[in-house]
């Protein structure tokens, strides 16, 4: 699948919850949806053009979700310096509000997905913040962070991981959804943490698990 920005997609600035300017990309899609996306370490290289986060960007996109991809602090045009993890769930929190204005308050669905990196901090949004009703987990570093906060989150959770991460065991991943209270939905794709030459199966993946969201929605209304 070719990574295309979409036409529609508007630079944005909004403030973190702790007061920093940060700059992110939208692209309206449905008012009644809307997601963030979460971008890999800023120390290396993770931004909000890395090639998977503008895969997920996509898929989110054709399922219908208003998409509000952003950078971290320090990273780009956002004002900051990085802050080890804990410090950018304030940048997520900030990217969720500026979600709610842009949607205007009519957005049923509010759901956030994060690679690598970013699923870490994306988990941590997730977990603390009722606004969220689902969260994508993509590649989860679980060889570096622990990730067992995600048990009290309680939103819906999917999870995508990669048969041959370097920075995530197969046991560690496996540990993670199964000690998840609630089922989650999980796919494992042949590929390497960075999804070289897998960018079409894990646009399908994200496609698959936002359909699966949705339904998981409706039958808990």
């Known amino acids: 699948m070719p990574i295309r920005l979409s036409p529609n997609a508007s630079l944005v600035r909004f403030s973190s919850s702790d007061g920093l300017q940060l700059e992110g990309r939208t692209v309206r899609g449905a008012p009644d949806r809307g997601v963030v996306l979460c971008h890999p370490h800023p120390q290396y290289g993770g931004s909000m053009l890395t090639p998977v986060i503008m895969t997920v960007e996509q898929a989110f996109h054709e399922a219908g979700y208003t998409t509000l991809a952003f950078n ?26 500026q979600l709610e204005e842009v949607l205007g308050g009519r957005a049923r669905r509010f759901a956030v997905a994060g690679y690598s990196f970013g699923s870490f901090v994306g988990a941590m949004a997730a977990a603390a913040d009722r606004r969220v009703n689902f969260y994508l987990g993509v590649a989860p570093p679980l060889n570096h962070y622990d990730f067992g906060f995600l048990r009290q989150a309680v939103c819906p959770i999917a999870l995508i991981g990669a048969t041959r991460d370097e920075h995530c065991d197969a046991s560690r991943f496996e540990a993670l959804y199964l000690s998840l209270p609630a089922t989650p939905w999980v796919r494992r794709l042949d590929a390497t943490h960075d ?14 698990a936002t359909a699966w969201a949705t339904g998981n929605q409706r039958s808990s209304v």
């Open 72 to 97: 971290f602090r320090g990273v780009g045009g956002s004002e900051g310096a990085y802050g080890g993890g804990q410090a950018e769930v304030a940048d997520v929190t900030g990217a969720l509000t």
């Open 195 to 208: 999804f070289t030459d897998t960018l079409d199966a894990l646009a399908q993946a994200c496609r698959d």
